[in-house]
Structures are given as C-alpha cells and as structure tokens.
C-alpha cells in the first residue's frame, strides 16, 4: 500500500456559486493509528447542502470549515487497523470524517455498521441524516393529519422524497415541486406522490399550486425557500405548519436574499413556521431509526442514490447539489473495500 494519500481543503471561502477552485488536494502520509484508534479506508462520503453554509465565516448551528484543512463530512468506511478493543480489521463504520482516502479516527467516532442489514451507503442516506431529518421535520413539526394536504419542496432530493412518503405512510395527500420532468415522474411513478410541478417549466407557479392543491397547504416542508415558498405562502391554510428545513435557493446569492414578508400570511392563516437542525433530536435518533428501517424493510419507503464514482470527483458532485443534478441522495464512491463483504 501506497504511504501517500489525497485529502481535500477548503482553499478559499466561496462568493456566490463555489467553484473548483476553491478546494484543493493536499497530499499527506496515510496516518498511523495511536492507541484507542483505528485507520480508516474511506469507501463513500456524503455531499450535503448544509456544507456550503460552513463555508463561509459566520456564526451558526455549527462551526465554520477552517481554510486549507480537510472539510469534514459523514462518511463510511472500512477498518484497515485497530487499536481499539471495540473494532477489528474488515469491520464497516460511520463517522463525521475528513474527505480523505485514509483516516486515524478515535473509537468515540465512529460507529459499527452492520452490511447485512441493509446496503451500507443508506446510513448515508435514508437511514442516516437525511432520512432523521425529514422525520423529525415531518412528524415533530408538521404533524399531518390524514386527509390533508402535504406540500414538499427540493422534492426529489434525499430529504424532500423522504418526507413525502412518510406523509402518504400517515395519509395525506402530497404535491411534490421539483426541478426536471424526470423528477416529477420519479416522484408521481415510483414514490407515490398525488401531484408534482416543475418549477422550471411553470410559466404560474401559484396557478399550478392552486390546481395542485384545491383545498389549500395544510403543511409545507421547506427544503429551499426563494420564490417558490413564496408561492407556496398564497395557498396557506388556517393553522398551516411550516418545518424549515433548508434554504438552498439562497445559499450562492452574492448579496442578501430579499423577498416578500411572510408575517401577514402567518398571521392570517395562525401558520406555525420553525426552523430546526437534526442534532436538536439527538436523544431521538433511535425511535426514528426504527420507523424508518421497518418501514423501509415493508417496502413503505423507497429510496434513490446518485453516486459519483471517484474521489477526485468529490467536488464536482458538491457542486451539483446546486444545480440539480442529483435524485435522491448524492454519494462519492472512493474505493472498495480491502476485507469487508458489502
């Protein structure tokens, strides 16, 4: 085996749309474990939205990415060499880690994975942060009621096509918004939703809800804000709840994101809006582990990865993330594993 491996660094703190150049590949030693340790071959990483706001220097939910250090990121690998009495050679882990090829993680880190289970990179995904994060979001906050009207945005995305299922699992109705005919038919065809618009090629938006959706927005689960919530705001019904989850559509703007006030709508429709990240249900993640994993096995739940094959392609497929080319959850494949059976 090779001593050198690839790590990736936040070269510079983006202005507007990120671009290549602002990471760079940094070659290191592979590290050697010290006691209570373990190395690490990475096999999948996750690209998540949430990290284009720790790109930039402000305060928030959670720390800033530092300069020219490894952007770290939920990742799964292999254990290649143990000094930990809790994990051997060949077992498959989980971690918050750097985008490297090769880590010396400490054993509070990571966590065991069982393949056998179910395929690893939905730890990744379904079962993992996206999966938690639209329960909570869903469940905790929008609390849909059967019958009503769930409407999803960033729907085909690995949070939003989460969401909508669990809303048709508690019976409601549910209109996804998405960005390509192929999503839509994605998610009409193989999720289940009872209606679904593309933005892109809406010439009305606030038309196509209203069509959408005769008897208004009970819920509405935010994945980007902009101008699509607010055409969402107009169909707002009496007691609406909002789970806000995401922002997409302002994380590249250069200045600040300026639209209509929503307080008019909120107070005339007593809407509930809340916004709220995953680490804030931390003692919950078992309950929600459950559901998800039984109703995944029942085939209630469906999911969909996008996996970009190559660690040096880890960027490219950051960046996608703003352009919509992903269905489901976007995963970079970076090896395969020298002892495990996935």
Known sequence: MSKVQKEIHLANRPEGMP???DFSYVEREIPIPGE???????????????????????????????????????????????KSEYFRQGDVVIGNLGW??????????????????????????????????????????GQPKEGETVVVSGAAGAVG????????IKGARVVGIAGSDEKINYLKEELGFDEAINYKTTDNLKEALRKA???????????????????????????????????????????PDVGPRVQSAMIKTSALMKGYTIGDYAPRFKEASEYLGGW????????????VEGFENTPDAFLGLFKGTNKGKQLVKVADPDFATL
Not at 161 to 168: F, H
């Open 100 to 141: 490297a090829e090769f880590t010396a993680a400490n054993e509070k880190e990571i966590r065991k994975i069982d393949p056998s289970v179910a395929p690893v990179t939905t730890h990744l995904g379904i079962l993992g942060m996206p999966g938690l994060t639209a329960y909570f979001g869903l469940l905790d906050i």
């Open 161 to 168: 096509s989460v969401v909508g299922q669990i809303a048709r």
């Open 36 to 82: 209570k340790q373990v190395l690490l071959k990475t096999l999948y990483l996750s690209v998540d939205p949430y990290m284009r706001g720790r790109m930039q220097d402000v305060k928030s939910y959670i720390p800033p990415f530092k300069l020219n250090e490894v952007i770290v990121g939920g990742v799964i690998a292999e254990v290649i060499e143990s």
């Open 213 to 255: 959706c005769p008897d208004g927005v009970d819920v509405y689960f935010d994945n980007v804000g902009g101008e699509i919530t607010d055409a969402v705001f107009t169909q707002l019904n009496k007691f609406a709840r909002i789970p806000l989850c995401g922002a997409i559509s302002s994380y590249n703007l250069d200045g």
């Open 296 to 307: 995944l096995q029942e085939g209630k739940l469906k999911y969909e990865e996008t996996i």
């Open 19 to 21: 671009s290549a150049s």
